[in-house]
Nanobody, 117 residues
């Protein structure tokens, strides 16, 4: 199993970006997928989850209405569109393969998102 995130960068408050996670080594279309982040000096924070077909999505209260999770099962890729970014969104963002409710069995290496004036 391999998960490779990309798309992280420095953006100004109010800006947008799209993160990608390229998956391989398992049947991507059969698995729920997640985005989890870790801010500097803090613990892991769940951000969003999508069902295997992408029809059901969940968001943390902190990102609801600003972030959108999506997936392209034909490409084996997970996305996170992040709009109206705030400094408190600064974190390393990880994609994680679901292994049951609130559990993950594989993680990517992460991609850094920095929101700063």
């Amino acid at each position: 199993v391999q998960l490779v995130e990309s798309g992280g960068k420095l953006v100004h408050p109010g800006g947008s970006l799209r993160l990608s996670c390229a998956a391989s080594g398992f049947t991507f279309s059969s698995n729920w997928m997640n985005w989890v982040r870790q801010a500097p000096g803090k613990g892991l924070e769940w951000v969003s989850t999508t069902s295997s077909e992408g029809l059901t999505t969940y968001y943390s209260d902190s990102v609801k209405g600003r972030f959108t999770i999506s997936r392209d099962n034909a490409k084996g890729t997970l996305y996170l569109q992040a709009n109206s970014l705030k400094p408190e969104d600064t974190a390393v963002y990880y994609c994680a393969k679901g292994a049951g409710l609130g559990q993950y069995d594989y993680w990517g290496q992460g991609t850094q998102v920095t929101v700063s004036p």
